[in-house]
C-alpha cells in the first residue's frame, strides 16, 4: 500500500525517483507523483494512473534536481485525481506519507482559525499546510517537521522536503515501515528496501516512533521519546530484492512457476536429516496449551488449513482468527498460550497491532513472515521466515504455499515433542514433504487443462468452491483468488454446508468448483457434489485419479493432480486454485498483477 522514496543524490535524481517507484509498483497505487529541489527551488510533477504516465510527463515537462521525494498513493482520503496525488505541497513544503493521519480534521479545525484552507480532500496535505503554517511563524524546517510531528495521531511513514534545502530530508515512522539507505555521498529514504536496491545495499530500518534528519553526511535518528538512537545498519541480499518478470508475462505466472524451486530452498532451510530445526529460541511445545492464530487475507487461510494440522498431528486446542476482529474484541489470553501472527510483508497494520495487544500476555509471539527485517518479525519472541522471495504480484501465490510448508513443519515438531508421532511416521512425513516439490512440477503440466476449464469459469457471474477438512480452507483460498483478479463473485463452503442454504443458488449458469481429493472425507464430498449435478449445477472437480474414477461421468470438468499423503494436499491443491484464478483473468482481461483497489502490503486499518 502506497509507496515512498527520497533521494539526496550526486546527479539528477527524477530519473532514479521513478525507477524507484517502478519496484514498488507491486504495492498496489492508483497515482503517482515526484518533487525535487533545483537551484533551491521546490517543483513537482504528479499523473494519475500507471508511472508511465508520470514518465510520459516528465518527458515534456522535466523536473531537473539532486534532491528529491517520490509516492505512489492508494486512495485513502479523498478520489484518486491529480489534485490529490502526492507529494502533497504547501508553499515551501513537500510531504510523502503513508498511513492515515486520524486527526486532520481537528489540525484542519486548528489550521481553519489561521486563515489556511486545505485545496484538496486528503490527510496528508493537513501536514504539508501545518508545517507551511510553523514555518510562517519562524520556525526552522527540522523545527517545524518535528513540531507537526508532535500533533499527529494515526499511523504513518513521512518524509518532509523544504524549498532551500537542498541537503535535507526529514522522515518519521509511527505504524507504518519506512527505511534508510546508505550510499557513498548520498543518502536514500524508501517504505520498502525493494525499492532502494538499484541504490544501496546498506539499509536502516526506524524502529517505531523513530524520527531521522537526513543529509548527505548521514542520518541522526531519535525514538519515540526524542533520544538520540544507533540503528543497525544491515547489508540487504540484492538477489533477494530482484523485481523481473524472467520473461513471463506476469509476476503472478512467474511467482506460481517458482513454486516448485522456493518450496525445496524452504525445506532445506528448515531440515536437518529426520530433523526439523528452528530459529532460535524455539518453542516449547510441551507447554503449551492453547494455540491463536491471527492473520488476514490469503494468510488468515493459511492459519484455518494449519489449525486442522495443529490439532489432529499435534493435540494442540487452536483459535483463529483475523485480525482486524481480534485486536477490537480484546479476548482473554490466558497462561501457556502462544500467539502465532502470519504476514508475508510483516507489516500488516491490524497484525501488528494485534500482536501488540498480546505482548505481555501470551508466554510467547511467534510470527510466519516472509520479510525477517519487517515489524512484525523485529517484536516477535521467535520469527519464522517462510524463505519464499519477493513477492511482486498483490495476489499471494508462493508466498501462501510457504506459508503452508512453514505452519506444518511447526505442526509435525509439536506433534514429535509431545508424543503424538513417532520417528518412522515423522520419517515417513518429512520424505513427503522433500518429494513435493516434484511433485509441483508434475502438477504444473495441468495448466493447460486448468486453462479450458478457467476460460468457461470466466464466462459466469457467480462461482461457488466446495471442500471439506483441509480442503474448506482452500476453497476459500480459491473464492478469494478468483475475486481479487478476475473481479467475479465467488463464494466457498464447507461441502457439509451446502444443504443448509447455498443450495438455492445452484443452476446452470453457477460453475461448483469441488476441490475434493480421495482422502478419508472424499465420499460424503461426492455425496455433496451430486447434490450439485442433480440440479443441473456444473462441477469442476479438483481431485487425483482415483477421485476422477470414482466420481463417475457426470463431471463437467476434471482436473486431476497427482496423489500425495492427506496432511500435503493443502500445499499441492493451492496450485490449481492460484492457475483457476490466473486463467480466468486472463480470460477477463483484467490487470493480474495489479487488480483493481487492492494493495500488496495494507499498512493502514
Known sequence: MCGIVGILGKHEVSPSLVEALRRLEYRGYDSAGIATINDGHLDRRRAVGKLVNLSDLLVHDPLPGKSGIGHTRWATHGAPTETNAHPHKAGPVAVVHNGIIENYKDLRAELAEAGITPQTETDTETVALMAQHLLGQGLLPVEAAMRTIDKLDGAFALVFLFDGEDDLLIAARKGSPLAIGHGDGEMFVGSDAIALAPLTDQITYLEEGDRAIITRLGAV???????????????????????????????????????????????????AQDEISLPQPGLDFDNVERLVMVACGTAYYACLTAKYWFERLAGIPVEVDIASEFRYREPPITGRTVALFVSQSGETADTLAALRYCRGKADTIVSVVNVETSSIARESDLALPIHAGAEIGVASTKAFTCQ????????????????????????????????????????????????????????????????????????????????????????????????????????????????????????????????????????????DAKGAKAAGEDVWQVVILPEVAEELTPLLYALPAQLLAYHAAIAKGTDVDQPRNLAKSVTVE
Open 404 to 543: 503452508l510448508n512453514v505452519l506444518l513443519l511447526l505442526a509435525l515438531k509439536a506433534a514429535q515433542a509431545r508424543g503424538r508421532m513417532d520417528e518412522a511416521r515423522l520419517h515417513d512425513m518429512l520424505e513427503a514433504l522433500r518429494a513435493l516439490p516434484g511433485i509441483f512440477n508434475i502438477a504444473l503440466d495441468q495448466d493447460g487443462r486448468i486453462a479450458e476449464a478457467a476460460r468457461q469459469i470466466a464466462e459466469a457471474r457467480d462461482v461457488l468452491f466446495l471442500g471439506r477438512g483441509l480442503m474448506y480452507p482452500l476453497a476459500l483460498e480459491g473464492a478469494l483468488k478468483l475475486k481479487e483478479i478476475s473481479y467475479i463473485h465467488a463464494e466457498a463452503y464447507a461441502s457439509g454446508e451446502l444443504k443448509h442454504g447455498p443450495i438455492a443458488l445452484i443452476d446452470k449458469t453457477v460453475p461448483v468448483v469441488v476441490m475434493a481429493p480421495c482422502d478419508s472425507l472424499f465420499e460424503k464430498t461426492v455425496s455433496n457434489m451430486q447434490e450439485v449435478i442433480a440440479r443441473g449445477g456444473k462441477v469442476c472437480l479438483i481431485t
Open 221 to 271: 535518528i531519535t525514538d519515540a521519546a526524542g533520544r538520540e538512537v544507533s540503528r543497525e545498519v544491515r547489508t540487504i541480499q540484492m538477489d533477494a530484492a530482484r523485481v523481473d518478470k524472467a520473461g513471463y508475462k506476469h509476476f503472478m505466472a512467474k511467482e506460481i512457476a517458482e513454486q516448485p524451486g522456493v518450496l525445496s530452498g524452504a525445506l532445506s532451510a528448515y531440515l
